[in-house]
């Protein structure tokens, strides 16, 4: 347990715990993340999405602007590439004297796509490779390249759509449920189940399990702590015996990135390029609730409508 709390000292949510939803790197299929990275059923040829989404709860907030640009070379395999951008605000909640947000670019990443849609099972596979542009002491970046393989796996019985999702990669990936107020890097397998119910054609409620078993050594770099020497100190506050002033990271075993929990969601698509969602996360392992927020634009299916028209 004294791990765990200097892991959640130093991401900043004091005593109360993050909330990650640490399981798959894309979502369930028709939800905003879905609309915004995957390109299951899109044409051949250039690819151009936006997302903007972020999680909250009483102890800050994270936020992401996510452009990605692609290409689908046919309805199987395909390629995109994207950088996020953060906006992170601490709560005054937190005995911080700090700056009270930081924002900044994150880690530069490659999507290798390929997809099998099958009357029997629809499968989505993602390799996704990063490169370390983001600033390590904010909490933007390992500093290190990273990788997350994800599965996933759907089927459609009418309106309801189970699915099954499972990777493996070194660092726990932000997902549309919750974008975490810290990077980790360390082996990790992640998995979720669950299903979602298309209640009018424009609007689908889901709910999923997930669980994140970190393997072996992990280091925990926080977004929500400024660590800069004595700032560094007073956040951490009697943890901060255990770390060197100014360090921007923890090394501990795999129990300071274990979580599991559940997840709900709403997703309002209004259009095929256009999707809002709404979502809740509840970890289990940590006992904190977080609420999140998506919007999704397929900027390249506009274009290609538009053009069309004319």
């Known amino acids: 347990m004294a791990g765990c709390a200097l892991i959640l000292l130093l991401s900043g949510w004091a005593l109360g715990p993050a909330a990650p939803n640490c399981a798959a790197q894309d979502p369930p299929a028709g939800s905003v993340a879905q609309t915004s990275a995957g390109s299951s059923n899109e044409e051949k040829g250039f690819t151009f999405y936006e997302f903007y989404g972020g999680s909250f709860n009483s102890f800050g907030h994270v936020t992401k602007l996510d452009t990605t640009v692609g290409y689908n070379f046919n309805r199987t395999f395909g390629i995109d590439a994207g950088i996020p951008f953060y906006f992170v605000g601490v709560s ?3 005995e911080n004297p700090g700056p009270r947000s930081v924002n900044g670019v994150g880690d530069a990443y490659v999507d290798l796509l390929f997809t099998v849609p099958n009357p029997t099972l ?3 596979g993602t390799l996704r490779g990063t490169a370390p542009t983001g600033d390590t002491n904010a909490g933007f970046s390992t500093g290190r390249a990273t990788f997350d393989w994800d599965n996933y796996f759907d089927h459609n019985f009418g309106r309801l759509r189970p699915f099954l999702d499972a990777g493996f990669a070194n660092t726990i990936s932000d997902t549309h449920f919750f974008y975490r107020p810290f990077t980790t890097l360390g082996l990790v397998a992640h998995f979720e189940g669950g299903a979602s119910y298309k209640v009018v054609p424009a609007l689908r409620v889901g709910a999923s399990l997930y669980d994140d078993a970190p393997i072996g050594q992990q280091k925990i770099f926080s977004r929500l702590i400024p660590l800069n020497g004595a700032q560094s100190g007073s956040a ?6 255990a ?7 923890i090394v501990g075993p795999s ?3 274990r979580d599991n929990g559940f997840s709900a969601w709403v997703t309002v698509q209004p259009t095929s390029a256009v999707a809002f969602e709404a979502g809740y996360d509840r970890s289990v392992h940590y006992a904190t ?3 999140s927020f998506g919007i999704g634009v397929n900027v390249g299916a506009l274009y290609r409508k538009a053009r069309r028209a004319y």
Request: hydrophobic residues 40%.
């Open 92 to 94: 005054n909640t937190l």
């Open 122 to 124: 629809n499968y989505l």
């Open 236 to 241: 951490l506050g009697a943890s901060s015996s």
């Open 243 to 249: 770390l060197p002033a100014g360090v921007s990271e």
């Open 255 to 257: 129990s300071i990135a």
């Open 289 to 291: 609730n977080t609420f």
